[in-house]
């Protein structure tokens, strides 16, 4: 974007100045320019931006020109005059900001990496099979953009009714007999006639096991209805036009599974979860591309019983609560065979099925989804047992500007969702429609690759694996200072329960196909917009920034996410996508006109600062290789001159030891790694994206052989003259070590506000997990022997946690369940931030992860009780010494 001309004025007089070798037209007041001029400016996607004659002035700042800092701290109005600034700050955004900005270059212009190709090292002939080099260039298409040419029919009544006719002509194949088939299969037979455990032989008549089957059979699912799934779809249609600006598919992704549902096996849809109107955009895009009625498994507690009767009739399934009943229940046993029969079933009639991996939105826990895995553990051991020769798997991700169903606590988990509750929130949606701007969605659809393959392949590259405690403990205590050579074994989600009735092997074949698919989706989204501007506020800009500055500074962290291979869901003028994402973020961004021209861009304070910190997660994953830099904060001073800094050496050896620690700190449902790689490989690929980015120059100690000399390399004794056809050893091990290789940090211009940048990236999760540490002090957790003490109190009066602490002040030995210690560290982190100003810590998820994570550090040690699991210290962290050595473990991967 280097000869991006950000601004041009016509018919006025000139100023040229020399901007990165280009010429550069810059005006300070236009005054020439009427309404009519201003109208012709229009956003990308046919939203017009209308200006009225008191605010047809435009400024024009340039891109060098940054006000001095008093003027920004002036810039900030004291509380007295809040109402006149909301005033004037509607006007601003009423009247596109005041400015008037010439086009500019498009985005993507240059490049734009095809993303969502599946894993090459645990399915290589997937990866080769199901690509073409000419699938990049087919370009997206906007799904609910239905014309005239979408249907059969033309005419001027066709064009409008053609969204109708469209529906009508949806292809949705018939498949009233699957109850019956159903009922057919093997497991349910068996049953029925009593030859399985718990069936019609255990003392139950035949008839009565029948008729139960057939009503769990009707809890789980239903004949989808056409009439009712076309008129649903028009519905949706015409829902969708008014909610969202446009739903982006790649015509290329689409094709891959069109290839994948045409080698006749069964398609698997794997999905995160972002919105409750997931499960009904999915069906309706796959729907609109031909693939069929897209079968969905739903959580049943998101629903209610009405709700749920809707659902299954447009495709939706459900899981029988008696299915995760025990073993030696007769019920359990007869739901646990209609689950697998229905699945098998749904498997050979090669109907697709959508499974989410992530919670719903809005639940506290692990970010995989135990309901998800039950459903995945039931395909996959189909297509073990040969129900189905293989299934073809499809990672799948839905990207939002905004999620449009978020309300303000969106982390708190909200009562099930009835008929008239959806109701009521549709037309509160297309009420509000009017008022704020339609947000733009993508639909992502990665490569499919086979179960069959990944199945045989991940078990190869499974190694030992140890717990957090016995990797990190030693070390943060001083024990020891050396790293274990295996990799971390993390597990948040619970288990499935007896619904699988799978072995161990094979269980940990679920839970990593599950992590690996969700990382394949991950890495296969697209960067929406409100993304990189909320990255940039929080980040960067939390005092406030120039528009004129914020308009380079989003162009720069765009192109830093396209050449990290990741793709953005946007493009179009830089000034009209500017304005764009400012409007839909106006809730949590303050305006302030300057008396230079410019605006002044400052994020609002408390809830605003925890919204932009949900939103800018969305960017971790491109710079997570890069953000991973708390390796140099021991090392380097903060506080000094960057020109110093620069100086000292850093050690390869000791670079990979503390990306290590912090690989191992950081929560796997945040890193999402592949199964498949290991952690060494991991940190040498952040070494070279640190190399690559500029970040560090390789650095050769004075008096040291150079790297490239490998002339004075000595061979050992084995590589000696040895006989012919001695094959015992390898020869490329057996050079002498070199020595280790040396860096330092890139004196060049940008690299300090870069590395900066990337290191406040993860500061939310790390501050939260230093607080965490700190809460210990306050002493509410007891040691060992207190614990005993509490749990045979819970035991004795039957109360929960929450009831005790109700009643009033609590002795030190009385222990808090998990959920009530989460909560009070909830209510440390938002005491602290409105002290420090740490809003963007103060989330229920990070209170959460830091309990999880200390858990399996060795920190904190519960026990089951009825009112759940109770905490208490380890008997290492009781003393302070070491809870400050925790403490300080964690600070110095900390960017001041």
Not at 222 to 237: I, V
Not at 493 to 504: F, H, S
Not at 508 to 521: D, E, F, W
């Amino acid at each position: 974007m280097g000869n991006m001309d950000f601004a041009r004025a016509e018919r006025a007089p000139q100023t040229r100045v020399k901007v990165n070798g280009h010429k550069h037209t810059a005006w300070v007041d236009i005054t020439q320019s009427g309404t009519k001029e201003a109208e012709r400016w229009l956003h990308p996607g046919g939203v017009r931006f209308l200006w009225g004659e008191r605010e047809a002035q435009k400024w024009l700042v340039p891109r060098f020109y940054r006000p001095p800092m008093d003027t920004m701290l002036e810039a900030r109005l004291p509380t007295k005059q809040r109402n006149t600034q909301n005033s004037r700050e509607t006007s601003l955004w009423s009247s596109g900001f005041g400015m008037k900005l010439e086009a500019v270059t498009p985005f993507l212009g240059k490049y734009r990496p095809f993303v969502g190709r599946c894993c090459q090292t645990c399915t290589p002939k997937s990866w080769e099979s199901l690509f073409h080099r000419s699938i990049m260039d087919l370009g997206f298409c906007n799904v609910i953009l239905v014309k005239e040419e979408n249907t059969r029919f033309r005419g001027w009544l066709v064009r409008r009714l053609c969204c109708f006719l469209w529906s009508l002509e949806q292809h949705i194949p018939p498949c009233r007999d699957a109850p019956e088939k159903i009922m057919e299969r093997t497991g349910v037979q068996n049953v029925i006639s009593g030859r399985d455990p718990g069936g019609a032989g255990e003392g139950q008549v035949s008839g009565l096991v029948k008729k139960e089957v057939q009503r769990i059979l009707g809890h789980i699912q239903a004949p989808p209805c056409p009439f009712l799934l076309r008129l649903f779809s028009w519905a949706l249609l015409r829902f969708l036009k008014c909610v969202f600006l446009n739903v982006q598919l790649h015509k290329g992704q689409m094709k891959m599974v069109h290839q994948a549902a045409q080698a006749g096996l069964p398609l698997v849809l794997l999905s995160t979860h972002k919105s409750l109107l997931d499960g009904i955009l999915l069906p309706f895009v796959l729907l609109s591309q031909g693939l069929g009625v897209l079968r969905v498994a739903w959580d049943p507690r998101t629903c209610s019983p009405t709700l749920r009767a809707l659902l299954k009739k447009l495709g939706g399934l459900f899981l029988p609560p008696e299915a995760n009943l025990t073993l030696d229940s007769s019920e359990g046993v007869i739901a646990r065979a209609v689950v697998h029969a229905a699945i098998e079933q749904l498997l050979v009639s090669k109907q697709p099925l959508l499974i989410f991996l992530e919670e719903p939105p809005g639940v506290l826990g692990p970010r995989l989804s135990a309901l998800g895995q039950t459903w995945l553990g039931l395909v996959v051991e189909a297509v073990q047992v040969g129900v189905v020769p293989d299934a073809m798997l499809v990672p799948v991700a839905i990207t939002y500007d905004l999620v449009p169903d978020a309300p303000c606590d969106a982390y708190h988990a909200s009562a099930p969702l009835g008929l008239w509750t959806g109701a009521l929130a549709v037309l509160r949606i297309l009420r509000g429609w009017g008022r704020s701007r339609p947000v733009c969605v993508r639909v992502h659809l990665a490569q499919p690759f086979s179960l069959q393959e990944y199945t045989i392949n991940a078990r190869s590259c499974w190694g030992s694996r140890q717990t957090l405690e016995q990797l990190l403990q030693p070390i943060v205590l001083g024990q020891c200072t050396t790293v274990p050579d295996t990799e971390k074994e993390q597990e948040w989600t619970p288990a499935t329960g007896p619904l699988l009735a799978l072995k161990e092997e094979d269980q940990l074949l679920v839970r990593r196909l599950s992590r690996h698919v969700l990382n394949a989706s991950v890495m296969s989204s697209a960067v929406m917009s409100t993304a990189i501007m909320a990255t940039l506020l929080l980040f960067k800009h939390q005092k406030g920034v120039f528009l004129s500055q914020l308009l380079g500074e989003f162009s720069w962290l765009t192109e830093e996410t396209l050449l990290r291979g990741f793709d953005v869901g946007f493009s179009g003028q830089l000034r009209c996508l500017v304005q764009h994402t400012l409007s839909l973020l106006q809730a949590h961004v303050t305006l302030l006109r300057v008396h230079q021209g410019d605006l002044l861009v400052v994020p609002r304070l408390g809830p605003g600062l925890t919204h932009l910190a949900h939103l800018s997660a969305e960017l971790l994953p491109a710079f997570l290789t890069c953000a991973v830099r708390g390796l140099l904060a021991g090392r380097v001073p903060p506080e000094g001159p960057w020109e110093l800094q620069g100086i000292e050496l850093l050690s390869q050896n000791e670079l990979y030891r503390q990306i290590l620690l912090l690989l191992h700190l950081l929560p796997q449902d945040l890193l999402l790694l592949q199964p498949c790689q290991s952690s060494y490989c991991y940190c040498q690929e952040v070494l070279d994206r640190l190399i690559q980015c500029g970040l560090l120059v390789a650095e050769e100690t004075p008096g040291s052989r150079p790297a490239c000399d490998t002339g004075r390399q000595r061979l050992s004794t084995k590589l000696l003259w040895k006989p012919s056809g001695d094959f015992t050893d390898s020869d490329s091990d057996d050079f002498e070590e070199a020595e280790g290789r040396f860096f330092r940090l890139s004196q060049q211009s940008r690299c300090p506000d870069f590395f900066l940048f990337l290191c406040r990236l993860l500061s939310p999760l790390l501050k939260a997990f230093v607080q965490a540490a700190t809460f210990l002090h306050q002493g509410q957790l007891p040691d060992t022997g207190e614990a005993h003490i509490s749990l045979a109190l819970h035991r004795g009066r039957g109360e929960s946690s929450g009831q005790r602490l109700c009643r009033g002040p609590r002795p030190r030995f009385f222990s808090p369940t998990e959920s009530g210690y989460a909560e009070q560290l909830f209510q440390f982190l938002q005491a602290t931030a409105q002290e420090e100003g740490f809003f963007e810590c103060a989330d229920p998820n990070l209170a959460i992860s830091a309990i999880w994570t200390f858990r399996d550090l060795g920190v904190l040690q519960q026990t089951p009780s009825p009112a759940g699991p109770m905490l208490y210290l380890s008997p290492a962290f009781t003393s302070w010494e070491n809870q400050e050595k925790l403490e300080q473990f964690i600070r110095q991967f900390i960017c001041s």
